[in-house]
């Protein structure tokens, strides 16, 4: 929220009317409030715009902190009215530094010089801070986004290869008993193989022997016979 006030203030009066000067313009007029910031032999005066900005409220009760104030001021003097009186106390107040008041001014001189625009461009000037530390803050938290999520990829990636890398160790380990079953069946056919094939030899040598023994006995016999 933005408010803004301005004040017309007369030296002599210790800052009067200051923020009223509309309600004396209205009861005395341009012409008598002249006279009343010459009366007293000191027409200096100076013109003042203060905005206030309300970030609104943080917190329970909110945060006096967060109302700021930019003044803008310009210093001059009260003159007999000058130029069209269609505009508050412009005909009566005169800039340091200038031969007019603001009432005979063009408006684009005026507003050059205005105590509103020196207080406005103080307001526009914060306003430009807080929407680049808004800017920086979401650039931060975009950045942050962006190394959480390339943080969860690089999990995401070494998971992956952690289940690839148990995979084929799996595999690996799969085959290998596989080879070793193998292995060890081969081992065994060949051994019982091997025992059938000693088996046989024997059994064929045993055989051999007792047909020879048998034609030895036979033949033994054959001679007693005769």
Do not use: W
Not at 36 to 56: K, S
């Amino acid at each position: 929220m933005i408010i803004e006030d301005t004040s017309l203030c007369m030296n002599a009066y210790q800052g009067l009317p200051g923020p009223y000067a509309k309600c004396f313009i209205e009861k005395l007029g341009c012409e008598k409030l002249s006279k009343m910031g010459n009366a007293l032999g000191d027409n200096t005066a100076f013109t003042q715009t203060i905005f206030a900005l309300h970030l609104g409220k943080r917190g329970k009760g909110g945060d006096p902190e967060r109302i700021h104030l930019f003044e803008g001021k310009l210093n001059g003097r009260i003159v007999a009215p000058r130029g069209p009186q269609t505009f508050g106390y412009d005909s009566i107040f005169q800039p340091d530094g200038y031969d007019k008041t603001f009432a005979e001014m063009e408006t684009e001189e005026k507003v050059k010089i205005s105590h509103r625009t020196l207080a406005l461009q103080k307001l526009v000037a914060y306003i430009k801070t807080l929407k680049a530390a808004k800017e920086e803050i979401l650039e931060k938290k975009e950045e942050k986004k962006e190394e959480l999520k390339d943080n969860k990829d690089q999990k995401d990636q070494k998971d992956h290869k952690d289940h690839k890398d148990h995979k084929d160790h799996k595999d690996h380990k799969d085959h290998k008993d596989h080879k070793d079953h193998k292995d060890h069946k081969d081992h065994k056919d060949h051994k019982d193989h091997k025992e059938h094939k000693d088996h046989k030899e024997h059994k064929d040598h045993k055989d051999h022997k007792e047909h020879g023994k048998h034609d030895e006995t036979k033949g033994e016999a054959g001679a007693l016979q005769q």
